[in-house]
């Protein structure tokens, strides 16, 4: 089991509290994390912007819907659960004033864990340069933003083409629940893909087939139990060596096993095979499976470069040749790539590592341009992750795991279940609109940032 992280127990309690705040130390509190039947948020949701905001105007019916108390004004008697602004209507970088106007003492009256949500265009949508400019501005106040909160509470910004405002609400809701605890500073762009309506909020993977690769241990693990709480029905792959395991987390969600190396040329074909003939198709594809080989390049050999690409990278492009095919995927499928912040900053001594996620972002750039696929209905996102405690950390020398723990905006390490909810943020129909995207859940990491 990864170690707990004694500093950030300790600060919560009085005395850490007065030494941590006389020594200037970060002072980071446990994250609200979701738990089924809980609210959506914890306070009224303050909802303003510039103009006839018409993203809250297509929104306000459906966060109404899932629970959410609206206010237009900044409560004196109560802390705000979130706050969304909507600047889509903006026009000019005068047009700004009116998210300051709204932040500025919404900020002020958070509570803890509260989640800001900000609503703008495409910049490259834009049809002038001022607006261009006005557009592309909300990334940096955006993360700005997100480097000021303190008590757990996060920024992101949700980019939605005009006039399909609407299918920007599963994005909002994921953003502003306790889903995304761990997932802060990011931008999400919403395109104009029609959403399917009438999933069950408390289970939109019902009637689902989902494989994870990688299933046996850690992320892997709770990606397929939390898409296993969101109703799919799983197919846990991992390596034959890991069987005992795997087959644990199998029959914890009530899935298959199935025990085969990525890298076989023939994994692709026996996973399609299985889910097909096992459970009548597919619908979802999480790429997870991964190995870290860690050297300094200059003592790197071929062998312990080739094992690291071929894992993270090669084998999922010789698996989608047949996962992605007619018969396997179905139509209106979710394909998510765990890539890491490794991939968009680098990491000293991981470079064979840095490479491979690197390519696997590469890997969704691609699949997303892809017209073939999206004829299909079928979505590409991926998740990168930054420091989360698992096995893996906790062997890190303490010196080395405090600095990974601390460099980010929430002053701690993400849990296994933070990357999950994301995956399975990223599978539900409710995001037909979003491909393309690269979510980074790593608190606002410090690096690459």
Not at 42 to 47: C, Q, S
Not at 178 to 206: E, F, I, T
Not at 342 to 350: E, S, T
């Amino acid at each position: 089991m990864p170690r707990a992280d004694g500093y950030t127990t300790f600060v919560g309690t009085g005395a850490g509290r007065r030494i941590a705040s006389a020594l200037g130390l970060p002072q980071p509190v446990p994250l609200r994390r979701y738990t089924p039947g809980a609210p959506l948020v914890e306070g009224p949701v303050l909802v303003g912007g510039h103009g006839d905001t018409p993203a809250v105007t297509a929104l306000r019916g459906g966060l109404t819907a899932a629970g959410a108390t609206l206010t237009e004004t900044v409560p004196d008697g109560s802390r705000l659960g979130g706050v969304v602004v909507d600047l889509t209507a903006a026009q000019d970088p005068a047009d700004l004033e009116s998210l300051r106007a709204t932040l500025a003492p919404a900020l002020k009256r958070l509570g803890r864990c509260a989640h800001v949500v900000v609503v703008g265009r495409h910049p490259e949508q834009a049809t002038g340069v001022a607006q261009r400019a006005a557009r592309r501005a909300l990334e940096g106040i955006t993360r700005s933003v997100g480097k000021e909160l303190r008590a757990g509470a996060t920024a992101n910004l949700v980019l939605v083409t005009e006039g399909a405002e609407a299918a920007a609400l599963g994005t909002v809701l994921f953003l502003l629940s306790a889903r995304s605890a761990y997932v802060d500073g990011q931008v999400v762009r919403v395109g104009d893909a029609a959403v399917p309506a009438g999933a069950d909020p408390s289970a939109p993977l019902a009637g689902k087939v989902a494989v994870v690769t990688g299933a046996a241990r850690g992320i892997g693990a709770d990606i397929a139990r939390t898409l296993h709480r969101d109703g799919a029905t799983l197919v846990c792959v991992d390596v034959p060596a890991a069987g005992a395991h795997l087959a644990t987390v199998a029959n914890e969600v009530g899935g298959t096993a199935l025990q085969v190396d990525v890298t076989s040329p023939d994994a692709g074909a026996r996973i399609a095979e299985h889910a097909r003939t096992r459970h009548g198709g597919l619908d979802v594809v999480v790429h997870n499976a991964g190995i870290t080989r860690d050297k300094l390049l200059a003592n790197t050999d071929s062998d312990r470069w080739a094992s690291v690409l071929e894992v993270n990278l090669r084998s999922i492009l010789r698996m989608d040749e047949a996962l992605l095919a007619k018969d396997g995927l179905r139509d209106g499928g979710r394909v998510v790539l765990v890539s890491s912040v490794a991939g968009i900053a680098g990491n000293r001594g991981q470079s064979s590592y840095a490479a491979s996620k690197a390519g696997v972002i590469g890997l969704l750039d691609g699949y997303a341009a892809d017209r073939g696929l999206a004829r299909r209905g079928v979505t590409v996102n991926a998740v990168a992750p930054g420091f989360i405690e698992t096995e893996m950390t906790a062997r890190i020398p303490l010196a080395t795991r405090e600095v990974g723990r601390r460099l980010n905006s929430l002053a701690q390490g993400g849990l296994p279940v933070d990357v999950a909810e994301t995956v399975a943020f990223l599978a539900a129909d409710a995001q037909a609109a979003v491909t393309g995207a690269l979510v980074r859940v790593c608190g606002q990491s410090l690096l690459g940032a």
